[in-house]
């Protein structure tokens, strides 16, 4: 059983910037393939970011490329989301997700075995 808390999330301004924090149990964290979603009200859970087990490989949906960095530090067990140039309409719960396979997950919600609880981000305009 592999168990992720979010931290980072908060209100800020449109034009600023947040770090999602998601810290996983687990011994073979390097293997994860990890993920972040993240769901508005009344939307469906959307795929937003995705890193391999080894950090090397990254997919991002189009609305966040070039503001949002995945990143990941193995020896902590901890994924990262850096999001800068915040919009209004990033205002979510962000959620990660691991999938406990060498498989790389993506941006199929249904590749991942595990899910976090969710941290709220909110951006005022």
């Known amino acids: 059983q592999v168990q992720l808390v979010e931290s980072g999330g908060g209100l800020v301004q449109a034009g600023g910037s947040l770090r999602l924090s998601c810290e996983a149990s687990?011994?073979?964290?390097?293997?994860?393939?990890m993920g972040w979603f993240r769901q508005a009200p009344g939307l469906e859970r959307e795929f937003v970011a995705a890193?391999?087990?080894?950090?090397?490989?990254?997919d991002y949906v189009d609305s966040v490329k070039g503001r949002f960095t995945i990143s990941r530090d193995n020896a902590k067990n901890t994924v990262y989301l850096q999001m800068n140039s915040l919009k209004p309409e990033d205002t979510a719960i962000y959620y990660c997700?691991?999938?406990?396979?060498?498989?790389?997950?993506?941006?199929?919600?249904?590749?991942?075995?595990?899910w976090g609880q969710g941290t709220q981000v909110t951006v005022s305009s």
């Open positions: 890193i391999s087990g080894s950090g090397y490989r990254t």
């Open positions: 997700a691991a999938r406990e396979s060498l498989l790389y997950g993506g941006n199929d919600p249904t590749n991942y075995d595990y």
């Open positions: 687990g011994r073979t964290f390097r293997q994860y393939g």
